[in-house]
């Protein structure tokens, strides 16, 4: 069956917005003139483009059951904590040097009054305040904001 333009040009028009691929080669088919019946047949719902449905909110997370007395709570529903880790790094370190600098300088200062020989916890004494300096200026340094990178010479 041939159409006359107008037909034709609906067919067309028709062709641009069908989403479904079966409606479209009925209606390719239908212009290549092998089927009349495809002008006249009613479209199968075209769900709408992703642009038009409305935004997603964001998915909410299932309110944690309150454990049974003797049952270990279930870590997938603990709230998650964000935290910066190199940052926090940076505090960790420096503390280990402090703890360990004042170990040190409590183990002379024990040694000295068991033995009363300052000779000998000379070397424990100046392990210990250069760990607990180097651990001090740890401290005081990861404590200062972070310093934000410039893109682009000046």
Same mark, same amino acid.
């Given at each position: 069956?041939?159409?006359?333009?107008?037909?034709?040009?609906?067919?067309?028009?028709?062709?641009?917005?069908?989403?479904?691929?079966?409606?479209?080669?009925?209606?390719?088919?239908?212009?290549?003139?092998?089927?009349?019946?495809?002008?006249?047949?009613?479209?199968?719902?075209?769900?709408?483009?992703?642009?038009?449905?409305?935004?997603?909110?964001?998915?909410?997370?299932?309110?944690?059951?309150?454990?049974?007395?003797?049952?270990?709570?279930? %870590?997938?529903?603990?709230?998650?904590? =964000? &935290?910066? @880790?190199?940052?926090?790094?940076?505090?960790?370190?420096?503390? *280990?040097? +402090?703890?360990?600098?004042?170990?040190?300088?409590?183990?002379?200062? %024990?040694?000295?009054?068991?033995?009363? =020989? &300052?000779? @000998?916890?000379?070397?424990?004494?100046?392990?210990?305040?250069? *760990?607990? +300096?180097?651990?001090?200026?740890?401290?005081?340094?990861?404590?200062?904001?972070?310093?934000?990178?410039?893109?682009?010479?000046?």
């Amino acid at each position: 069956m041939r159409f006359t333009e107008k037909d034709r040009q609906e067919l067309i028009n028709k062709l641009k917005k069908v989403r479904d691929p079966r409606e479209r080669d009925r209606i390719i088919w239908a212009l290549a003139g092998q089927d009349g019946a495809v002008f006249h047949s009613v479209p199968a719902p075209v769900p709408p483009p992703r642009s038009a449905l409305p935004p997603r909110s964001a998915p909410r997370r299932p309110e944690p059951e309150k454990p049974a007395p003797g049952k270990a709570p279930d %870590l997938r529903n603990m709230p998650q904590i =964000n &935290i910066d @880790a190199k940052r926090m790094f940076g505090f960790v370190v420096p503390a *280990f040097f +402090i703890i360990f600098g004042l170990v040190r300088l409590g183990q002379a200062a %024990l040694n000295y009054i068991a033995s009363q =020989n &300052i000779e @000998a916890e000379i070397p424990g004494l100046i392990t210990g305040g250069i *760990f607990l +300096i180097i651990g001090l200026a740890g401290i005081f340094r990861a404590m200062q904001p972070p310093r934000i990178k410039q893109d682009g010479a000046s």
